[in-house]
């Protein structure tokens, strides 16, 4: 099939060093790696620094702006009406997390096949650098006239113990290890979380290049570290484990998988089997659970 004409945009105007452009440049290169086609694939975004990442996108590719911690539900939409499109969401910690939260968590009730990117730099970029959901208590960003007096929340086990069954941490200034795992998302089946280490050098002075570089380590650089769920009764086990990781903080901050279960059904699974119309509806989107097996 033809590529469609695109507009290409000739202009950027995050701020020079911003995470947001590894961001990009990771996504936009699994993308292209994994074969996806504009046809077939749509950027969806909410409000912030990040919700213009379907705007700055050079490759050809749908994109959908939509609105203050939103994205989900219309990502999920999107992916409801078209099972075969492949719905990757952006959003920054305050649309995801603050506004968006109530989604947040009960997506992951459902296990919608979407990925979400949390782009997390722990201030509201777009508004001037108020502390967003992810700056922990006690810090003081040069945006901000006395150190945040509220805790944080923790995307990772937040994810977890909403019910995502991909949850990974990546950092926008190690592009490939984002590309990785950005794949490895979108290629998992089921709802997928990545919260990406994302500096904003504008108005985050401690959570820089510098903070992150020296204290990022691989969590697939320890042998013993395996977050995927294969038994049913190994979930209980992987998912205590992962949360235990999720609370390093501080000299050493894992980036890499910590959770994956694919033995969840998908919530298009579950329309089907509860809803058989929707099978008949649309008989080459879906797969159906007959006797335990997907046909
Ligand atoms: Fe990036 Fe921060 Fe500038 Fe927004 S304000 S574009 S997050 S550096």
């Known amino acids: 099939m033809a590529v469609p004409k695109v507009w290409v945009p000739e202009w950027n105007d995050w701020c020079p060093g911003c995470g947001n452009f590894g961001i990009i440049n990771a996504e936009q290169q699994a993308i292209s790696e994994l074969g996806l086609t504009p046809e077939d694939t749509v950027i969806v975004s909410g409000i912030g620094c990040s919700g213009k990442t379907p705007h700055f996108f050079r490759l050809p590719i749908s994109g959908v702006h939509t609105l203050h911690g939103r994205a989900l539900t219309f990502a999920i939409g999107i992916k409801l009406s078209n099972p075969e499109l492949t719905v990757i969401v952006n959003g920054g910690d305050g649309d995801q997390l ?12 459902r296990n919608v096949d979407i990925t979400v990117i949390l782009h997390d730099n ?51 200034y190690d592009v490939k290890h984002l590309k990785e795992t950005i794949k490895a998302a979108v290629k998992h089946r089921g709802l997928s979380l990545i919260d990406v280490l994302q500096p904003c050098p504008t108005y985050n002075d401690i959570h820089t290049k510098e903070y992150f570089d020296k204290r990022v380590y691989k969590l697939d650089t320890d042998p013993s570290w395996d977050p995927v769920v294969k038994k049913p009764e190994e979930e209980g086990d992987k998912m205590a484990k992962a949360l235990v990781k999720s609370l390093e903080w501080g000299e050493r901050i894992p980036i890499g998988i910590f959770y994956k279960n694919e033995l969840v059904p998908t919530y298009e699974e579950r329309l089907v089997s509860s809803a058989p119309s929707y099978k008949e509806r649309n008989p080459s989107k879906v797969k159906i659970e007959v006797d335990g097996k997907l046909t």
């Open 98 to 109: 603050g506004i968006g939260a109530g989604h947040f968590v009960n997506a992951g009730r």
């Open 122 to 172: 722990g201030v509201y970029g777009l508004t001037k650098g108020q502390a967003s959901p992810t700056l922990r208590r006690g810090e003081k960003t040069k945006s901000l006239p006395r150190p945040n007096i509220n805790d944080n929340v923790n995307p990772i086990a937040l994810a977890i113990s909403s019910g995502y069954t991909f949850v990974a941490r990546s950092y926008a």
